[in-house]
């Protein structure tokens, strides 16, 4: 059912996670994730453990075995997957759904241009007493 | 006798198709760019609704008001009456009656699944996109919005992927606004939320796509989809100024310029920046008292033809009833 644009979707955990290690500079452990995540919520190593592996699996992650433990890092960078989630916004959709409103539409240079004169020419005549609101 | 039971509820549907036809093709040509349009976009956007609504109306009535000769002949035959003189034949008004039938559902039909598509599509886009959110963008409280670290300018809202509306700003968009701009975008964005314009826009684009040859619909499409930018323009104003709203209008076409391009949306922001810059007067009050009369009014055919019904209607009451095996 996941069509070529749709962006994958990641439990609360796994969202956790993952902007743990985008916020780290270095591969970590299962040891060294677990430590890190919120104190309120303490959890098993194993919990952690299949949260790091199931991210490795969908291809959010890469590991390397460190010793006898792998160390995971970000696959993806995170302004590369925040840079498709807003093509994902401002592109065209799939099946030209309009999902999302913007303030304003997406226009060509050209288009761009001929806003901008007709701007300035606006506000120029807008300074003008005499040209009230329009009847 | 026969003029009550065959032939009125024949020249009630053809009245009603009439009618259907007038409304697709004459009225949208008249309400189409019409100029008081802009004074009163809320009111334009009522009308565009009433006629659609009326359109989908009176031919579903056409097409049951086709079964109507049909059900005469059953109830003649079961309250054991005599079939009038020069009455059509049987053969003829069970035609009618399968035609009216499969006119009146699968209108029903293909403006419900349409619409119903429109809508859960956008809706499964909005939630996955939220997920995406959760993961990359920033709450900023103080804006009542989610920010992005992009340089893509870009403000837009998320309505109801999972019962919490978004406003997502990038930091390209907000480096290109000054904050009275800024907060007049937002108000904009939030003004879409709270009038629920998403829900406006899919019903009129859901309907276009089931009725494509109707050009009543295509035009709705548009002019609701530049009718709704302009109610939103209208409360930032209020909360912001023109000037804000104008210039953020600007400031932000400017800062895509930078960014890479691409496909270009529908495009009414020179109605709305002229519209901002240049404010038309109101509609007074007796001008908008017309307006919403004239919306109503779309409704007074097919209201006239159902009460029209009223004796055919009594008489579905009798033969339903010998179907349900009652009495």
Known sequence: MTGPREIPRLGELEAEVMRQLWRRTAPATVREVADELPRERPLAYTTVMTVLDNLHRKGWLRRELDGRAYRYEPAIAEEEYSAELMRQALGPTTDQVAAFTHFLQRMSPDEVEALLQAYRQLAREAERPELGPKA | ?327
Do not use: K
Request: charged letters at 15%; aromatic letters at 6%.
């Open chain 2, 1 to 327: 006798m026969v003029f009550d039971l065959f032939y009125r509820p024949m020249i009630i549907a053809a009245l009603l198709l009439g009618y259907a036809g007038l409304l697709s093709l004459i009225v949208p040509m008249a309400l189409y760019r019409a100029p008081w349009v802009v004074r009163a976009p809320m009111l334009a956007i009522g009308l565009w609704r009433a006629l659609s609504g009326s359109w989908l109306v009176s031919l579903v009535l056409a097409g049951l008001g086709m079964t109507v000769p049909w059900l005469q002949y059953e109830a003649l035959v079961d309250l054991r009456r005599p079939v009038p003189e020069g009455s059509v034949g049987l053969l003829c008004t069970a035609v009618l009656a399968f035609a009216g039938l499969g006119l009146a559902g699968s209108i029903m039909v293909r403006a419900g699944y349409a619409v119903r598509r429109e809508l859960v599509l956008a809706w499964r886009q909005q939630r996955s996109h939220a997920a995406g959110l959760a993961l990359i963008g920033r709450t900023a409280p103080d804006l009542e919005a989610v920010v992005v670290q992009q340089d893509v300018p870009a403000a837009y809202c998320l309505p109801n992927p999972d019962r919490r509306r978004r406003i997502v700003v990038t930091t390209g968009a907000m480096q290109a606004l000054s904050p009275n701009q800024l907060q007049a975008v937002l108000a904009h964005e939030r003004a879409h939320l709270d009038g629920r314009h998403h829900l406006l826009t899919g019903i009129a684009d859901g309907l276009a796509r089931a009725f494509p040859g109707v050009p009543l619909f295509d035009q709705a499409r548009g002019q609701i989809a530049m009718l709704v930018e302009m109610v939103a323009d209208d409360a930032a104003s209020g909360l912001f100024g023109r000037p804000a709203t104008a210039g953020a209008l600007v400031n932000l076409a400017r800062a895509s310029l930078n960014a890479p391009g691409l496909a270009a949306g529908e495009v009414a922001v020179r109605q709305r920046m002229e519209r901002l810059l240049m404010p038309p007067a109101p509609l007074t009050m007796p001008q908008r008292a017309v307006g919403t009369a004239a919306a109503l009014s779309a409704f007074m055919p097919p209201g006239v033809a159902l009460s029209g019904a009223c004796v055919p209607l009594a008489m579905l009451v009798v033969v339903g009833a010998r179907l349900l095996q009652v009495g």
